[in-house]
């Protein structure tokens, strides 16, 4: 692909190798499943699969991301967060030997008639209070006894995921005890923490973890000061160039629909980044950016390929300066927060035509 255009996602694996390295002191009893669904949320599998190698297994939604990460000579296990979505899907995920989850009656029906050739690991799902998947009963010791008596197993394993594990959040104790309840008396092994579990309870610890977000250098609760202290990094710095400058005076309109004015003579930059490349266009005026090393704010509308930035206190400013839209300095939980979204929306949207660039 021939590219020009000079918005880049630069992907730091020496940041993910480090962030996969906090976790694992953090939850160090625990096995780790790197979670790196939705194409590694929007970094590529490709580009970080293999700076993540120090993970226990790697946990997925879709069997093509489950077979990218086989046929690219993946040997660890493999997590099927959802399990499978019909009988045809058995058949693949048997030949690459995939972990599956069951949250439902019906995948259960249909696993036990057909059963794989070999024993298998087997994740059950309980839903204690996300309402979300999961089995919410207590006859969950009769469902996996179930299974065992219907198909090889080599182990079972059960998951739940939390409604809120914020720092202060109470809803974790709840949902604990809800599952004591079910399995007080059996040793099942257990994977309950997601990232702000493994952050903030470690009683969620377990047998296994499963990190999301925070490999990828953001905070579970969307704002960075929660996270700061942790040694997470960001991973994504989404770059750019200033292509065009304009001098407007006061009355002017700056973007569509005349929703901003300037008051004053200013000095504006138009930036190669716009809403057809994952940034977000609801974003509010003063979003914070940086020009040349100097945060600054966006004015007016996010336009389809660019947005404009107030170049009033940069004026070594010019065509070609490098502008950083988020990543170590711009931190994109602040972006979310200005657009009233979450980090994990932006990483997942950002489009294929913004190169991602390995460092």
């Known amino acids: 692909m021939i590219e020009t255009r000079p918005i880049i996602a630069i992907i730091n694996n020496n940041a ?30 490709k580009n970080v699969f293999k700076s993540l190698e120090k993970s226990d297994g790697f946990a997925v939604l879709t069997l093509d991301e489950a077979i990218l990460l086989r046929e690219n000579y993946c040997k660890k296990p493999i997590l099927l967060l959802e399990g499978f979505f019909n009988k045809q899907d058995l058949r693949l995920i048997y030949k690459y030997y995939l972990t599956i ?26 839903n204690t209070g ?15 006894n179930i ?9 079972v394993t059960l998951m739940t995921h939390f409604i809120n594990a914020s720092k202060n959040s109470n809803l974790v104790l709840k949902q604990l005890l809800y599952m004591k309840k079910i399995i007080h008396n059996y040793t099942f092994f257990r994977s ?42 960001p991973v994504m710095t989404l770059k750019s160039r200033i292509i065009s400058i304009q001098k407007i005076y006061p009355g002017e309109i700056v973007g569509y629909n005349c929703e901003y004015y300037t008051y004053k003579k200013r000095k504006i930059g138009i930036v190669a980044c716009g809403y057809a490349d994952g940034y977000p266009k609801n974003i509010s005026n003063n979003t914070p950016v940086l020009v040349e090393g100097i ?25 070609g300066s490098q502008v950083e839209l988020w990543g170590n300095n711009i931190k994109i939980d602040e972006i979310a927060k200005s657009a009233n979204t979450i980090s994990y929306e932006l990483m997942c949207s950002l489009s294929k035509r913004v190169p991602r660039i390995i460092k």
């Open 16 to 45: 993910l190798k480090n962030n996969l390295k906090t976790i694992k002191n953090i939850a160090h009893k625990s096995k780790i499943w790197a979670v790196i669904k939705a194409n590694a949320y929007g970094h590529g599998i």
């Open 101 to 126: 989850v069951i949250h439902n009656k019906w995948q259960l029906d249909i696993l036990i008639k057909n059963p794989p050739q070999y024993p298998i690991e087997v994740y059950i799902k309980i």
């Open 130 to 144: 996300l309402n979300r998947l999961g089995f919410k009963n207590e006859n969950i010791i009769n469902i996996i």
């Open 147 to 155: 299974i065992k008596k219907n198909i090889k197993i080599s182990n």
């Open 192 to 233: 309950f923490a997601n990232s702000a579990a493994i952050l903030w309870h470690p009683q969620t610890h377990y047998d296994w973890v499963r990190p999301g977000i925070i490999l990828y250098g953001a905070s579970p609760t969307g704002n960075w000061r929660d996270i700061s202290k942790k040694k997470i990094k």
């Open 295 to 319: 945060r600054t704010t966006i004015l007016g509308n996010i336009f389809m390929d660019m947005l404009i930035v107030d170049l009033c206190k940069i004026p070594s400013a010019k065509v």
